[in-house]
């Protein structure tokens, strides 16, 4: 079942496109990473997936209903990270904890509130206006899960916080997707993004650019170099590799055929050639490719 199910949103501000019609399924249970440069519309979008700004046009369902007619009941059911993360500064940790389970009409679990402190390293007693960016940015995600939510929406969890902290977040987010909670987040770290998610769509300018499998970008694509005076270009093509950008004397391309193929062809036309490299696609390089292309479309 969809868990989001965005048709055609776009949002202006004024007569600039922040998003424009931009379409996106997150099915249940899935592990989804929003990736995009600095103001690619990402955070747009999930303030518009959440009702935060209203949208021009398109519509949003959350959960299976629309929004924004049934946003109590659904909201709930979710757990919401902002980018910039702002509570009461005079109140304490714990004491927001409690507010966000009295919201929820739930008691607390010493037992798991303990495990995320320990894990997040965050101190109840304090106030929250004195945390670090990256404090205050664990006591959201506390206060994000706390309720057991259906639906976990991240905007870029892991800012502020150090590397040991991020690969503890993702890892109890992957905890939280196996238990069955569909996780969306946006985030600029590709490596994490492509160590966990299960999908990822690509932003840019306010555009959707694309939606990968990240197990098929992983396993079947390779990358392969060819530097040299000669490079014989016609012959990449016709073994069915796609020329993603050709610099002088070097050109990259994908491959997604069996390799033998590949230095069969290379081999005789080695003479041109002073180095071949082939390695696997990472998120990185699908990142870039994307955007390569984006602009030669133009
Ligand atoms: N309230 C606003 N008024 C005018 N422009 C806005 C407003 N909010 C966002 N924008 C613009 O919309 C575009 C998309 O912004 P958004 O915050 O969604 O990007 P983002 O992908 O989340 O970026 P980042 O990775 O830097 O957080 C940017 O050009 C931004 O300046």
Redesign the pocket.
């Known amino acids: 079942m969809p868990v989001i199910e965005l048709n055609n949103i776009s949002k202006y501000?004024g007569k600039?496109a922040?998003v424009k019609e931009l379409s996106l399924v997150v099915e249940e249970g899935e592990f989804f990473g929003f990736i995009?440069p600095?103001?690619?519309?990402?955070?747009?979008t999930m303030n518009m997936i959440l009702n935060f700004i209203k949208r021009n046009g398109g519509s949003v369902k959350l959960l299976g209903q629309d929004m924004p007619g049934a946003d109590v009941v659904v909201k709930k059911k979710i757990g919401y990270v902002p980018?910039d993360v702002r509570f009461y500064p005079q109140l304490r940790v714990h004491d927001l904890i409690r507010y966000t389970l009295d919201f929820h009409h739930m008691k607390e679990d010493k037992q798991e509130l303990e495990h995320y402190c320990e894990l997040f390293e965050v101190d109840l007693k304090k106030k929250f206006g004195d945390l670090s960016l990256g404090n205050k940015k664990k006591v959201a995600v506390i206060c994000a899960m706390i309720h057991h939510p259906e639906l976990l929406i991240l905007d870029?969890p892991t800012n502020g916080l150090d590397p040991l902290m991020h690969a503890r977040l993702f890892r109890l987010m992957k905890e939280k997707q196996e238990q069955g909670t569909t996780v969306f987040l946006?985030s600029?770290n590709l490596k994490e993004v492509e160590d966990y998610c299960s999908k990822v769509a690509f932003i840019k300018a306010g555009h959707l650019i694309g939606v990968e499998d990240l197990t098929a970008i992983n396993k079947n694509v390779k990358i392969i170099t060819l530097k040299g005076e000669n490079l014989p270009l016609d012959q990449m093509k016709t073994i069915g590799a796609e020329l993603i950008k050709q610099g002088k004397n070097e050109a990259r391309f994908s491959y997604e055929k069996e390799l033998p193929l590949l230095f069969q062809t290379l081999s005789h036309m080695a003479h041109g050639l002073d180095d071949v490299t082939v390695d696997n696609r990472d998120l990185e390089e699908q990142f870039m490719s994307m955007y390569e292309n984006q602009e030669a479309a133009r």
Do not use: I, P
């Open positions: 501000f600039f922040a995009g600095n103001g690619a519309g990402k955070s747009t980018s870029e946006s600029h």
